[in-house]
T-cell receptor, first 109, second 116 residues
Framework: DAKTTQPTSMDCAEGRAANLPCNHS???????VYWYRQIHSQGPQYIIH???NNETNEMASLIITEDRKSSTLILPHATLRDTAVYYC??????????FGTGTRLKVLA | GAVVSQHPSWVICKSGTSVKIECRSL??????MFWYRQFPKQSLMLMAT?????????EQGVEKDKFLINHASLTLSTLTVTSAHPEDSSFYIC????????????FGSGTQLSVL
């Protein structure tokens, strides 16, 4: 499965949109992009996933570039509860996730 | 959505004893489950793939005799840390997929193990 790279940390003001980028330049055609987040001392929580098209759900939006080499997770109105480590993962459906370092998002009051 | 239950949430044990951690898929059957460990301020590291009815597949560097995995049913996998030592203290997390083919995993809430 492809390797992903993300910035180590980001800050975002409460109420503003948080845009978290992910690079997956070696992704193959059948690999999905998944986003999870992990709040301290808890298991990862699913946020959203996509293959080619942009996706939106009640938690976030996922923007995937046309060449699929990168994506951006958008939290439209960040709250303090969104402070967490966000992981971007690409997988072909084998379930064998390889976690990168993730992005530590801090939402500031 | 699918729920993965992990128990216990935390455990403290003496050095040399064994500890068992359970991972259950509550509303779906999981032929494959995964076990991770996580040290403070680090990412999740895949330890092993648990296969129902067969031997687990361990990642390189993970001692199979140290971390015993049993996946005896389609809804339960267990991880036993044998002869635990302080360096085994870590956060252990399990996960499972529903088998729909899109690769979505559901994670347990994790178990914090502290070995004294």
């Amino acid at each position: 499965d492809a390797k992903t790279t993300q910035p180590t940390s980001m800050d975002c003001a409460e109420g503003r949109a948080a845009n978290l980028p992910c690079n997956h330049s070696t992704i193959s055609g059948n690999e999905y992009v998944y986003w999870y987040r992990q709040i301290h001392s808890q298991g990862p929580q699913y946020i959203i996933h996509g293959l080619k098209n942009n996706e939106t759900n009640e938690m976030a939006s996922l923007i995937i570039t046309e060449d699929r080499k990168s994506s951006t997770l958008i939290l439209p109105h960040a709250t303090l509860r969104d402070t967490a480590v966000y992981y971007c993962i690409s997988t072909s459906g084998t379930y064998k996730y390889i976690f990168g370092t993730g992005t530590r998002l801090k939402v500031l009051a | 959505g699918a729920v993965v239950s992990q128990h216990p949430s935390w455990v403290i044990c003496k050095s040399g004893t064994s500890v068992k951690i359970e991972c259950r898929s509550l509303d779906f059957q999981a032929t494959t489950m995964f076990w991770y460990r996580q040290f403070p301020k680090q990412s999740l590291m895949l330890m092993a793939t648990s296969n129902e009815g067969s031997k687990a597949t361990y990642e390189q560097g993970v001692e199979k005799d140290k971390f015993l995995i049993n996946h005896a049913s389609l809804t339960l996998s267990t991880l036993t840390v044998t002869s635990a030592h302080p360096e085994d203290s870590s956060f252990y997390i399990c996960s499972a997929g529903t088998g729909t083919g899109n690769g979505k995993l559901f994670f347990g809430s994790g178990t914090q193990l502290s070995v004294l």
